[in-house]
């Protein structure tokens, strides 16, 4: 049971706004670290799409944004596109066990 | 441009050890923490071990304490990760990962290598 929790799946019609969500506790997101997002299209390496809660490197597009409120944080994904179909994951740091912890990861699929 | 690549993994039965190894290039590594994740066939990622850019600090998740240990050579630009006492469950991808950010508890991984697998079976 991963430390972050992310639903099992997400879907949605292409152009529609998809959110995803990662439950974290007070001694990882609620403590204040920040949480980053990363995407991993089928059969490849993971990339970072989100670092520091709501920064987009370059190269992603501006459809994808982040957002944390205590324990909690966000992924959505606006304007759907099938390229969108790809495991996502949230990570952050917990200060309890003084390690790196990540969601369990989410599955987008487009309808 | 950043590149960090892995080598070391195969076959190793349950019990035995296995050393993996990521090469980086493209970018000041003695400055920069590393760390290992994995990813267990259809399974999500894991954060297995990070190491400080001086190797002056180690972090390892509870599963592997005291099983792995993690290192590194900044003269051979290159990271480690000693594998002993490997289980069935030790069985993944293992990626090793540029870490980025100005403090420990916000660092996230910015470069991501291609991944050795390691398989423990008998």
């Known amino acids: 049971q991963s430390v972050l929790t992310q639903p099992p799946s997400v879907s949605g019609a292409p152009g529609q706004r998809v959110t995803i969500s990662c439950t974290g506790s007070?001694?990882?997101?609620?403590?204040?670290?920040?949480v980053h997002w990363y995407q991993q299209l089928p059969g490849t390496v993971p990339k970072l799409l989100i670092s520091?809660?709501?920064n987009r490197p370059s190269g992603v597009p501006d459809r994808f944004s982040g957002s944390k409120s205590g324990t909690s944080a966000s992924l959505a994904i606006t304007g759907l596109q099938a390229e969108d179909e790809a495991d996502y994951y949230c990570?952050?740091?917990?200060?309890?066990?003084?390690?790196?912890?990540f969601g369990g990861g989410t599955k987008v699929t487009v309808l | 441009e950043v590149q960090v690549l892995e080598s070391g993994g195969g076959l190793v039965q349950p019990g035995g050890s296995l050393r993996l190894s990521c090469a980086a290039s493209?970018?000041?590594?003695?400055?920069?923490?590393m760390s290992w994740v994995r990813q267990a066939p259809g399974k999500g990622l894991e954060w297995v071990s990070g190491?400080?850019?001086?190797?002056?600090?180690?972090y390892y998740a509870d599963f592997v304490k005291g099983r792995f240990t993690i290192s590194r050579d900044n003269s051979r630009n290159t990271l480690y990760l000693q594998m002993n006492s490997l289980r069935a469950e030790d069985t993944a991808v293992y990626y090793c990962?540029?870490?980025?950010?100005?403090?420990?508890?916000?660092?996230?991984?910015?470069?991501w290598g291609q991944g050795t697998l390691v398989t423990v079976s008998s």
């Open positions: 990962a540029k870490l980025r950010g100005l403090v420990t508890r916000n660092y996230y991984f910015d470069y």
């Open positions: 493209g970018f000041s590594f003695n400055i920069n923490a």
């Open positions: 190491i400080s850019g001086s190797g002056d600090s180690t």
């Open positions: 007070s001694s990882n997101i609620g403590a204040g670290n920040d």
């Open positions: 520091g809660n709501n």
């Open positions: 990570q952050s740091f917990d200060s309890s066990l003084s390690g790196w912890v």
